[in-house]
């Protein structure tokens, strides 16, 4: 079975500080991870994905995440936050139990930009 | 341009009616997905397709059904058995395989809300 915990339900930063978002996660095969955005009313978007390649992953806007097997954490982070990052971000594992790719998505971590 | 296209955006309906909430998506993906999605819950599956004629329930398929007849389409209908129906419904599109898991591309979303 795989699982994925959000650790903070919300981070609140100043514009132009660094972004922290702390994902862990669990499961038994060799897992995909991946990082979404949701603005507000909106769809999800992918931010970045890690599928068994290399650890350091980088996505858009800035953003980057690292794949730490020994700890089975994926955090999202940032080095300088812009007011425009502000929305809700979640973690995803899929790995095949079951037999399939069937995603499980952390709850979200609602990020706060200061101005 | 390639995506999936939800409608309607916001939908209003009387308690005991039910309603049928559309998804189309021109990515040629095989998996389809709908999700529920409440204020601090993140996303919860509700049912998903793999292929055209098949389908499977999710974590929170009571009070649903959905219809796979076309590769583009996966009409989500929310029946009067649903307790609780007030909610942000988001569709979703991959080609994950039995091999490989890509990322997944959202719709815009629905919201509906029971009156």
């Known amino acids: 079975a795989q699982s994925v915990t959000q650790l903070d339900s919300h981070v609140s930063v100043s514009e132009g500080t660094p972004v922290l978002l702390r994902c862990n996660y669990s499961?038994?095969?060799?897992?995909?991870l991946f990082w979404y955005v949701q603005h507000p009313n909106k769809g999800l978007q992918l931010l970045l994905k890690?599928?068994?390649?290399?650890?350091l992953v980088k996505g858009i806007n800035g953003f980057e995440a690292e794949f730490k097997k020994s700890e089975t954490s994926f955090h999202l982070t940032k080095p300088s936050a812009h007011m425009s990052d502000a929305a809700e971000y979640f973690c995803?594992?899929?790995?095949?139990?079951?037999?399939?790719?069937?995603?499980?998505f952390g709850r979200g971590t609602s990020l706060i930009v200061h101005p | 341009d390639g995506g999936i296209t939800q409608s309607p955006k916001y939908l209003f309906r009387k308690e005991g009616q039910n309603v049928t909430l559309s998804c189309e998506q021109n990515?040629?993906?095989?998996?389809m997905y709908w999700y529920r999605q409440d204020p601090g819950q993140g996303l919860r599956l509700i049912y998903y397709?793999?292929?055209?004629?098949?389908?499977q329930k999710g974590d929170i398929a009571e009070g649903y059904s959905v219809s796979r007849e076309k590769k583009e389409s996966f009409p989500l209908t929310v029946t009067s058995a649903q307790k609780n129906p007030t909610a942000f419904y988001l569709c979703?599109?991959?080609?994950?395989?039995?091999?490989?898991?890509?990322?997944?591309?959202f719709g815009p979303g629905t919201r509906l809300t029971v009156l």
């Open positions: 397709s793999q292929i055209v004629n098949d389908f």
């Open positions: 499961s038994s095969y060799s897992p995909s």
């Open positions: 890690y599928t068994s390649a290399a650890t």
């Open positions: 995803v594992v899929s790995d095949l139990s079951g037999g399939s790719y069937i995603p499980t």
């Open positions: 979703a599109s991959t080609n994950a395989g039995r091999d490989s898991y890509n990322e997944q591309f």
């Open positions: 990515l040629n993906h095989d998996a």
